[in-house]
C-alpha cells in the first residue's frame, strides 16, 4: 500500500470523483430540485409569502425573492411598479394574489433549470392591485444581505452611481442585479466578465489587505513572530474572510477561494507549501460536499478551469521569458508585467473551451484588457475597502468616491473600446465533444511545454 502516499490527497480525491460521477447521474440534482417544487395551480389564488431579499429593479416591476409561508418554498414575485403607494420591503409578509410558473427558458438557456439550482422555483407577477401588506417589518434586520445594502447605499451617498455604482457593486460586494446588459456584453466581449464578478481576484486582494492591516505592513514583528501569534492571526484572517463571503452572498467562487485561503493560513501555520493542486482539489472536495448542485454552476467551474490552468500553466510559461540582467525596480516592474501575462494566458486557455461550451465565443484581445483592467481592479478593490473603513471622515468619504467614480468610469469607457476593435470576438459552437477534445490538447500541450521548460 505504499503507493497510496505517492498520490496527493487521494483521500479527498476518490470521494471528489465519487460525488461528481453522482451528480452526473442526476441523483443529487433532482433530489434538491424536488424539494423546491411549487404546487403548481391552473389559476390564480391568494398566497401569504414573506419577502426574503430587497428588492431588484426592472423596467416596469420590482422583483423580489419571497417565501411561499404556506409551502416553504422560494420563488420570484415580479410586482409592477406604483408610485401612488409604498412598495414592499425586505422582511414584510403580503398577501398576494398570483399564479407561479416556471420560468421559461432563454433561447437555448434553460432558466428554469438555472433557478432551481439556486433555490427559485418559479416566478409570479401582482399587479398594483393584486397585493397587500400583512404585516410589515418593524425591526431593524442585521445579517450580510443587510451590510451588503447599506454599503451599496454608500456608494450613491459618495457620489457613485450609474453604471459605475451597478460595476463597483459586482466587483466588491458580487451584487450583479443592477448591472446593464450592455455592459455585461462589454465586459464578456472584451475579455474582462471575470472582472464582474467576485471571484479569486478580488478575494485575493481583500485578503493581502487584511493581511497587511493586521501585521501593520509586516513592520510589527510580534505580530507573526512566534507560532502562536501565527495561529491567532491565521484565525482571525480566516474569520474575515468568512465574513466577506457572507458578505458577497457565497457564491462559489468565493467559497472555494476562502477556503483556500483558510487552507493556506493552515499550511502557512505549520509550515507546509500553501498554495498547490492539494488545496484546489480540497476546496473542491469541502464545496461538493455541502453543495454537490455547484457542480453545474457555470462560474465554480470557470473559477476552478481557471486557478488549475494557472497552477500547471503558468510557471512553464514563466519560464520561457526569463529576466536576464534586470536589477532592483527594473526587474520588479518586468516581472510584475510578465506574471499579467502569464497568468492571463493561463487562466484564459484553462477557461476557453468552457467559454465556446457555454457562451459560444472567445474573446482576441484579453491580453490587451487584462493588462489595464487587473491593476485598475486592485486599486478598485482596496479604494472600496478604504471607503467602508475611513470614509466616515469628513470630506475624506467625498475624495474617495470621487476617485472611485472616474476609475471605474475609465474602465468601463476602456473596456467598452476594446469591445470595438476589428476581430475582437470569435463566435463559435462547441458540444461535448469539442470540450474534451480541447481539454486533451491543452493538457498535452502543458506536458510538454513542462518538459521543454524543465
Same mark, same amino acid.
Given at each position: ?264 493560513? %493552515?499550511?502557512? &501555520? +505549520? ?5 498547490? @493542486? =492539494?488545496?484546489? !482539489? ?6 461538493? $460536499? ?109 475624495? %474617495?468616491?470621487? &476617485? +472611485? ?5 475609465? @474602465? =468601463?469607457?476602456? !473596456? ?6 476589428? $476581430? ?31
Amino acid at each position: 500500500m505504499r503507493w497510496l502516499t505517492s498520490i496527493p490527497m487521494l483521500w479527498l480525491l476518490l470521494p471528489l470523483i465519487a460525488l461528481i460521477l453522482l451528480s452526473s447521474y442526476g441523483v443529487i440534482p433532482q433530489w434538491g430540485q424536488h424539494a423546491e417544487q411549487v404546487a403548481w395551480t391552473d389559476t390564480a389564488q391568494w398566497y401569504k409569502v414573506a419577502v426574503e431579499d430587497y428588492a431588484v429593479e426592472r423596467e416596469k416591476t420590482w422583483r423580489y425573492e419571497v417565501s411561499l409561508l404556506n409551502e416553504h418554498k422560494h420563488t420570484y414575485l415580479y410586482i409592477r411598479k406604483d408610485s401612488l403607494r409604498p412598495m414592499p420591503e425586505r422582511g414584510d409578509t403580503l398577501w398576494v394574489y398570483t399564479q407561479w410558473h416556471k420560468a421559461d427558458s432563454i433561447s437555448s438557456f434553460d432558466y428554469q433549470q438555472y433557478l432551481l439550482r439556486k433555490g427559485i422555483s418559479g416566478t409570479g407577477y401582482a399587479n398594483s392591485r393584486r397585493w397587500i401588506t400583512a404585516n410589515k417589518c418593524q425591526v431593524t434586520i442585521r445579517d450580510a444581505q443587510a451590510l451588503r445594502h447599506r454599503l451599496m447605499l454608500r456608494y450613491k451617498e459618495v457620489g457613485i452611481t450609474g453604471n459605475e455604482h451597478s460595476v463597483l457593486s459586482a466587483m466588491t460586494l458580487g451584487y450583479r442585479e443592477e448591472l446593464d446588459p450592455d455592459i455585461r456584453q462589454s465586459f464578456q466581449r472584451s475579455g474582462a466578465a471575470h472582472i464582474l464578478a467576485v471571484s479569486g481576484l478580488h478575494t485575493g486582494i481583500v485578503y493581502m489587505v487584511v493581511l497587511w492591516l493586521f501585521t501593520l505592513f509586516r513592520r510589527f514583528k510580534p505580530l507573526y513572530a512566534n507560532r502562536l501569534h501565527k495561529f491567532l492571526l491565521s484565525g482571525v484572517i480566516i474569520a474575515s474572510m468568512v465574513a466577506y463571503a457572507a458578505l458577497t452572498g457565497w457564491s462559489p467562487s468565493v467559497t472555494r477561494s476562502v477556503i483556500m485561503i483558510a487552507l493556506v493560513e %493552515i499550511a502557512r &501555520v +505549520l509550515h507546509r507549501q500553501p498554495f498547490s @493542486m =492539494n488545496t484546489l !482539489i480540497a476546496a473542491a472536495f469541502f464545496i461538493l $460536499f455541502f453543495r454537490p448542485q455547484d457542480l453545474y454552476s457555470i462560474s465554480l467551474q470557470l473559477s476552478f478551469a481557471a486557478v488549475a490552468a494557472i497552477l500547471l500553466i503558468e510557471p512553464s510559461l514563466r519560464r520561457l521569458f526569463p529576466l536576464y540582467g534586470l536589477h532592483g525596480h527594473w526587474y520588479t516592474i518586468a516581472n510584475y508585467i510578465r506574471t499579467l501575462i502569464t497568468v492571463s494566458v493561463a487562466a484564459t486557455l484553462g477557461t476557453m473551451p468552457l467559454s465556446l461550451y457555454y457562451f459560444h465565443q472567445v474573446s482576441h484581445y484579453f491580453l490587451l484588457t487584462n493588462l489595464t483592467v487587473l491593476p485598475l481592479t486592485t486599486i478598485l478593490v482596496e479604494g472600496a475597502f478604504l471607503l467602508f473603513t475611513i470614509g466616515w471622515l469628513p470630506f475624506i468619504g467625498t475624495a %474617495i468616491g470621487w &476617485v +472611485l467614480q472616474h476609475l471605474t468610469h475609465l @474602465m =468601463n469607457n476602456y !473596456i467598452h473600446h476594446i469591445e470595438q476593435l476589428p $476581430f475582437a470576438v470569435s463566435d463559435g459552437l462547441a458540444d461535448e465533444g469539442h470540450l474534451i477534445a480541447m481539454y486533451t490538447i491543452i493538457i498535452l500541450a502543458t506536458i510538454m511545454l513542462r518538459r521543454i521548460t524543465q
